[in-house]
Nanobody, 120 residues
């Protein structure tokens, strides 16, 4: 299972970005998908997650500003980030809980990370 994240960059405070993460490889099923972030000197933290049924969960710091969604046909998860703040600056990592085949257990898989910088 491979994950390819894209969409990071430099944006001014109040701006928007949309992150994408495409999953490829041997995939029997994908359960939850999510986005985490890690700022310098901080631990990696959950930003948002979405189940296979579409239920979502958000960190309190991004509620009302970020929206997570997924396209099951494309095995892709998105993160729409609006009203960005300097404190949102971090490397964002996508995560999926996937079962590569019927003979293997569900495991965590991670993307390579994409840098989001919010600065004027």
């Amino acid at each position: 299972v491979q994950l390819q994240a894209s969409g990071g960059g430099l944006v001014q405070p109040g701006g928007s970005l949309r992150l994408s993460c495409a999953t490829s490889g041997s995939i029997f099923s994908i359960n939850a998908m999510g986005w985490y972030r890690q700022a310098p000197g901080n631990q990696r933290e959950l930003v948002a997650s979405i189940t296979s049924g579409g239920s979502t969960n958000y960190a309190d710091s991004v509620k009302g500003r970020f929206t997570i969604s997924r396209d099951n046909a494309k095995n892709t998860v998105y993160l729409q980030m609006n009203s960005l703040k300097p404190e949102d600056t971090a490397v964002y990592y996508c995560n999926v809980k996937a079962q590569p085949s019927i003979y293997r257990a569900t495991s965590d898989y991670w993307g390579q990370g994409t840098l989001v910088t919010v600065s004027s």
